[in-house]
């Protein structure tokens, strides 16, 4: 009987080697594909995780952003107030001095600079810190990735607060030049307008325009120079005794003057002045409304054009408007500027950009 079997299995030699190399051949395809798809499958398990991470990471920053410009808003308003103080003309003209128109055609003039100078520069510190809080966030992810413990980070704490504090030059010199800039406009839009001249609130929008359209079109500056001075050339003419951490600082500097400088950047700010400067016509919609009982149809659309007040009226409606405008407790202003969504994309676009390594940027 066994060698009837040997027999055969000689006979059948070659079939029998053929097809124990194709079983083990699909055993050991199965185990490669196997241990492939595991592969596949923790790599695509640890993306996610990193991306969820990524992500997280990202929305924390923004919060961040949200929280810092909120409390940014008390000094803005405490340095536009110091510069332009409309409140000392007030008071004088409780005194009823000989000069009180002259006193008047100060403060008309003083009330719309202040409050135009507040919603711009509340617009450039909304979009500057989002620039620069992302940029930070960036690097920070980085320096806190999977394999970049112990090495040098990419913005050490010293770096970090020299590169925010140039955020000084937007409450400090930035905002004089802006200041110089708005109220030379509005002296050549509503110098010549009468105080007894009465204004409806489209009339007053047309006003505001003509000012944004020379301070923002005809100025000798662009408006990124109000938000970030080239302070880094003092830096630079001390080469010498350059530190490690101002090289880093110029770095972070040259890369935000980079992202000002690109359409995005323009696009971004236009939308968030259209936005403020339309909430701001928002709010002084309410005070040309027509009083309760009106035959004037108060839901059509023009009725907003038919109710006019005359400018020394206005005037104290403008100049009580900063205390809305610079806000740190979240108003339908700053909300609208927050949660806008090109600053949101811009945001994101910024972030992505600064935490991806480097050679993936290749």
Not at 139 to 167: A, F, M, R
Not at 222 to 237: K, P
Request: hydrophobic share 40%; with cysteine; proline share 4%.
């Amino acid at each position: 009987m066994f060698s009837s079997v040997w027999n055969f299995i000689k006979r059948h030699k070659r079939k029998f080697i053929f097809t124990g190399a194709v079983v083990g051949g699909v055993y050991f395809l199965g185990k490669y594909a196997q241990k492939k798809l595991r592969e596949l499958q923790e790599k695509e398990a640890t993306e996610y995780i990193a991306q969820a991470r990524r992500q997280f990471h990202f929305e924390s920053n923004q919060r961040t952003c949200n929280m810092t410009v909120l409390s940014m808003l008390p000094p803005l308003k405490e340095a536009i107030v110091n510069q332009l103080n409309s409140e000392s003309l007030t008071a004088l003209l409780k005194t009823k001095p000989a000069n009180k128109l002259e006193i008047w055609e100060d403060l008309k003039i003083l009330s719309f600079t202040r409050t135009l100078v507040a919603v711009y520069s509340t617009c450039m510190l909304v979009v500057l810190l989002r620039i620069q809080l992302n940029v930070i966030g960036g690097y920070l992810y980085l320096d806190n990735s999977v394999g970049k413990n112990g090495t040098t980070p990419l913005t050490p704490p010293d770096v970090q607060q020299q590169y925010l504090s140039s955020i000084q030059h937007l409450l400090g010199d930035g905002l004089t030049e802006l200041m110089s800039a708005v109220k030379k406009a509005v002296q050549n839009s509503l110098g010549g307008v009468s105080l007894k001249q009465s204004l409806s609130l489209l009339e007053l929008e047309q006003q505001i325009s003509w000012i944004r359209a020379e301070v923002e079109s005809t100025s000798e500056r662009s408006l990124s120079w109000y938000m970030l001075a080239d302070d880094q050339e003092v830096l630079t003419d001390q080469a010498c005794g350059l530190t490690e951490d101002d090289v880093m600082t110029i770095r972070l500097l040259n890369e935000t003057r980079d992202m000002m400088d690109s359409p995005n950047f323009s696009t971004v700010l236009d939308a968030c002045l259209n936005r403020g400067f339309s909430r701001l016509l928002d709010n002084l919609a309410e005070f040309f409304r027509p009083p309760p009982g009106d035959s004037a149809p108060s839901t059509a659309p023009d009725c907003l054009s038919v109710v006019s007040l005359p400018l020394a009226k206005v005037v104290p409606i403008i100049n009580g408007q900063i205390n809305t405008i610079c806000s740190e407790i979240p108003s339908h202003f700053v909300q609208d500027l927050l949660l806008n969504d090109q600053v949101k994309e811009f945001a994101a676009n910024v972030y992505e950009t600064f935490s991806t390594p480097q050679e993936l940027q290749k």
